[in-house]
C-alpha cells in the first residue's frame, strides 16, 4: 500500500516533488490534528506525559497522546542519562577521528553543502539553520542561525545517546522523514523549535545521513513553516541522493574505463576497437607498433586506411566472430605473420547479433605466440639437460665437452652413432643450452608417411588438396620457428624433399603446399643419423649441398661397448630410477651379474641397458639382480658358435629374418623390445616386418 506524503510547489528555484511511498515509510508529523493542522491542546497533553515520565515514572507508552515511536526514545534516553532539563553537552570526535569521518563522507559532504547553503538563501524567512548528520549522529555540516549553536560544528555527536529524543535522531532510527513541532524532544529546552528531518539513502539503500532544517516557531508563522519546511527538505535529500548516484556512476565509469585503458595497454598482442561503421574508436600501444603507425594516425580513421582485410568487412556485415586468422602485415620496414581474432561488440541481452551490432574488436598477436600453444600442445618441449647425460669414460667426456661448445654457436649440428646411443638426448641437451625459450620439434624422418612428408614439414593452406583442413596447417619447420629442428634418421628422408628443405635453410622461408607467400623462418637444425651419410652422398641417395648444410658441426656418440667404464655405472642409474617408479628397494647387481653385462656387447647401446635393468629390476623378487635376472638375449647372445645365424650359407636376408624371429620370440611379440634387442627403431623393425611379410 502506498500513499503521497506531499506536493511542494515554488516558483522559484525550490524543488517539487510529488513521491509514492509505502504506508510504513511515510513520514511522522508530530504536533498535528486529524486535519493536519497545528494543535496546540495537543502539545498540553504531550508535556503532561513527558513530565509524568520524568518526574513519576510513568510509562509513555500509555499516553494516547505520545506516539509509541517517541514514547520509546523517550525510555531509551532516560536510560542513556540524558538531562532533560539541561542544554546538550557538545561531544567531539578525536582530531584522528575527523580526519577519518571527512575521508569517508567526502563525497556527501561535496555533494549536499552546496545545495544547503542555495536553498538557505532562498528562504525568505530568517533564523533558519540546516544541519546535515552521518548515519550515527555526527554533525557534518551546519549553517545557518550559528548563535543558536555556537559549539556545534564539524565533528560534534549529536546522536540519541547524546541529546535524546529529537527529530533527526528518529529520522534515522526510523528510516523515514520526521516532523517535530512541540514538546516531542526529549530536551525541555528543545521544546519550541519545528524541526523537519529527512533521511539520505546511497544508490544501494543504505542510510549515510540526515538532513534537517529547524527554527524557532512564531505562532503567526508557524502553518507556513510546518506547511513547507519538510517538503523543502525532503526534496532536497533527493536531489542530493540523485547527484550522489551520478557521481557514483561518474566515478565507476571513470573507473571501468582506467582499467580498459590499463588491460588494453598490458594486453600481450595489438588490440584495435571498430564502431559499426569500421571507423576506429581505440589502438593500443602494441597494435600501432605492428601497424606501423601513431594513435593519431589512426582514431577517428576508417580501418582500411591502415589494414586491408576482408574478414574484417565480413564481420563488419554479418557480427560473426573469426579466429586465428593468419594474415601477413607490411608495416613499411618489415613484413611479418600474425594472427587476428575478431570479436563482435554486441548487447549480453541480444539474441540477432546483426541487429545490435556495437562494433568490434580486433586481436593481432604473432603467429609465434599460436606456434608455442601448438608445441605445447604437440609435447614439441625438451626436457634433458647436459645434467641428465649420464657417463664418466673419457671418450664420452669429451664427446659431452664438445656438445657444449656447439651450444654457444647458433649452427647446424650433425648428430651420428648407432641406435641407442642417445643422439635425441645430446640434440634436447644443445637446444635447451643455447634457446630453452624456443620450441624444439622432432621429425623422425623414417617414420613419417612418404606421401605426407611435404605436408607435415612446410604444411599447407586451406583447399591445397583432398582432405586438406579448411583453415590450412602450418608445418613443423613453422612451428620450429625462434627455435630448433630435430631431423631424426635424417638419412631416411625422401630425395625428392631434400631440395625444398635445402632451399629453406639456405633462403630462411618457407612457402606452404598450395600457398602463395613465403613465410620468413629462423631456426637451428640438429640432425641425427646411424648411417653413414658421406657413403649415401657418394652413392647418389643423400644430396651433398644439403649434407654439408646439415653438417656444419658434427658430433660422434661413442657406442656404449666402448665406453666400457660407464657400463655398471649405468645400470646401477637405470635400476635406481626404476625401482623408484614402482616404489620398491633398489636391488644391487650382483657379482655375476656385473660380469655378463660388461662382457655383452650391447647392440642396442643404452637403450638396450635401460631396457635390460628395467626387465631385471621387474623381475627379481629379492633385494639381487643374478644373472638368471637378465634378459635371454644378454645372457645367451647370439654367436658365430651358437647360431646359423653367421653360416656363409644364409643370405643377408635371411640372417634379417631370422634375427627379427628371434627378437619377436624372445620378447613375446614386444615390437618395442624387439627392436631394442635388435638395436633398430621401431619404425623400422615396422617397415622391415611389412618388407618380408612377417606377422607379429
Known amino acids: 500500500m502506498t500513499a503521497q506524503i506531499f506536493n511542494n510547489a515554488r516558483g522559484d528555484d525550490a524543488m517539487d516533488i510529488n513521491v509514492e511511498l509505502p504506508i510504513e515509510a511515510l513520514p511522522l508529523k508530530l504536533g498535528l490534528n486529524e486535519d493536519a493542522q497545528v494543535d496546540f491542546s495537543i502539545w498540553g497533553k504531550v508535556k503532561e506525559a513527558k513530565l509524568r515520565y520524568l518526574e513519576q515514572n510513568e510509562d509513555p507508552r500509555k499516553s494516547p497522546y505520545v506516539p509509541i515511536e517517541v514514547a520509546e526514545s523517550w525510555i531509551r534516553s532516560k536510560n542513556y542519562g540524558v538531562d532533560p532539563y539541561k542544554s546538550v553537552q557538545a561531544h567531539q570526535l578525536s582530531p584522528k577521528e575527523k580526519i577519518v569521518l571527512a575521508e569517508r563522507k567526502e563525497m556527501l559532504i561535496q555533494t549536499a553543502v552546496p545545495l544547503m547553503k542555495k536553498y538557505l538563501s532562498l528562504l525568505s524567512a530568517s533564523g533558519y539553520t540546516m544541519l546535515l548528520t552521518d548515519e550515527r549522529g555526527v554533525i557534518l555540516f551546519i549553517e545557518g542561525d550559528k548563535e543558536k549553536v555556537p559549539e556545534e560544528e564539524f565533528g560534534t555527536i549529536v546522536s540519541e545517546d547524546v541529546t535524546g529524543t529529537n527529530a533527526h535522531t528518529l529520522c534515522a532510527i526510523l528510516r523515514k ?35 534537517t532544517i529547524y527554527q524557532l516557531f512564531a505562532e503567526k508563522d508557524i502553518y507556513n513553516m510546518q506547511a513547507h519546511s519538510l517538503g523543502w527538505i525532503t526534496s532536497m535529500a533527493y536531489a542530493i541522493e540523485n547527484q550522489l548516484k551520478l557521481k557514483q556512476a561518474n566515478e565507476e565509469l571513470s573507473l571501468s574505463n582506467g582499467t580498459l585503458e590499463a588491460t588494453l595497454a598490458v594486453v600481450e598482442g595489438g588490440l584495435i576497437t571498430l564502431d559499426k561503421r569500421g571507423m576506429t574508436a581505440h589502438i593500443n600501444n602494441e597494435g600501432c607498433r605492428i601497424l606501423g603507425i601513431t594513435q593519431e594516425e589512426t582514431l577517428g580513421e576508417h580501418f582500411t586506411k591502415y589494414l586491408q582485410n576482408d574478414k574484417i568487412t565480413g564481420i563488419l556485415k554479418d557480427g560473426k566472430a573469426v579466429s586465428n586468422h593468419e594474415i601477413i602485415i607490411d608495416n613499411g620496414e618489415t613484413e611479418k605473420q600474425y594472427v587476428m581474432s575478431i570479436y563482435p561488440i554486441v548487447p549480453q541481452d541480444t539474441c540477432n547479433i546483426n541487429d545490435k551490432l556495437n562494433g568490434i574488436v580486433i586481436h593481432l598477436s604473432r603467429i609465434e605466440n599460436l606456434k608455442k600453444l601448438v608445441n605445447d600442445w604437440r609435447g614439441a618441449s625438451a626436457t634433458y639437460f647436459f645434467e641428465d647425460i649420464q657417463g664418466k669414460d673419457p671418450l664420452f667426456l669429451k664427446t659431452v665437452g664438445i656438445a657444449r661448445q656447439y651450444s654457444k654457436l647458433y649452427a647446424n649440428v650433425l648428430i651420428h652413432g648407432e641406435s641407442g646411443t642417445g643422439k635425441e638426448l645430446f640434440a634436447q641437451a644443445i637446444h635447451n643450452a643455447s634457446c630453452p625459450e624456443g620450441p624444439f620439434i622432432s621429425i623422425n624422418c623414417s617414420a613419417m608417411p612418404r606421401n605426407l612428408i611435404e605436408s607435415e614439414l612446410f604444411g599447407y593452406e586451406g583447399g591445397a588438396f583432398t582432405g586438406a583442413e579448411r583453415k590450412g596447417r602450418p608445418g613443423l619447420i613453422e612451428l620450429a620457428n625462434e627455435g630448433t629442428l630435430f631431423l631424426d634418421e635424417i638419412g631416411d628422408m625422401p630425395l625428392e624433399i631434400q631440395p625444398v628443405l635445402l632451399r629453406v635453410l639456405e633462403e630462411k622461408k618457407v612457402m606452404r603446399v598450395g600457398g602463395k607467400k ?10 641425427a643419423s646411424n648411417k653413414n651419410l658421406n657413403i649415401m652422398v657418394q652413392e647418389k641417395t643423400f ?30 642409474f637405470f635400476i635406481k630410477g626404476t625401482s623408484q617408479k614402482v616404489g620398491r628397494k633398489m636391488p644391487v647387481l650382483s657379482k655375476a651379474a656385473q660380469k655378463v653385462i660388461k662382457e655383452y656387447a650391447w647392440p642396442g647401446n643404452v637403450r638396450q641397458l635401460e631396457n635390460s635393468m628395467v626387465y631385471a629390476v621387474s623381475l627379481t623378487q629379492g633385494d639381487v639382480i643374478g644373472a638368471e635376472d637378465l634378459p635371454d638375449d644378454i645372457t645367451n647372445p647370439i654367436t658365430p658358435e651358437n647360431s646359423r645365424l ?51
Open 177 to 211: 522523514p520526521v516532523q517535530f513541532i512541540g514538546p516531542y524532544n526529549y530536551c525541555i529546552h528543545l521544546d519550541e523549535n519545528i524541526v523537519s528531518s529527512t533521511p539520505i539513502f546511497d544508490q544501494y539503500g543504505d542510510l549515510i545521513g540526515t538532513l
Open 518 to 527: 613465403y613465410i620468413p623462418v629462423s631456426f637451428r637444425v640438429i640432425s
Open 543 to 572: 644430396r651433398e649441398d644439403l649434407y654439408y648444410r646439415l653438417a656444419v658441426f658434427k658430433l660422434q656418440i661413442p657406442p656404449l661397448r666402448k665406453r666400457p667404464d660407464d657400463i655398471i655405472s649405468l645400470a646401477q
Open 646 to 696: 653367421f653360416s656363409s650359407v644364409m643370405s643377408l636376408r635371411e640372417m634379417e629374418i631370422t634375427a627379427i624371429k628371434n627378437a619377436l620370440e624372445q620378447t613375446n611379440q614386444n615390437i618395442a623390445n624387439a627392436a631394442n634387442i635388435l638395436g633398430l627403431g621401431k619404425s623400422t623393425l615396422y617397415k622391415k616386418l611389412k618388407e618380408y611379410h612377417l606377422e607379429y
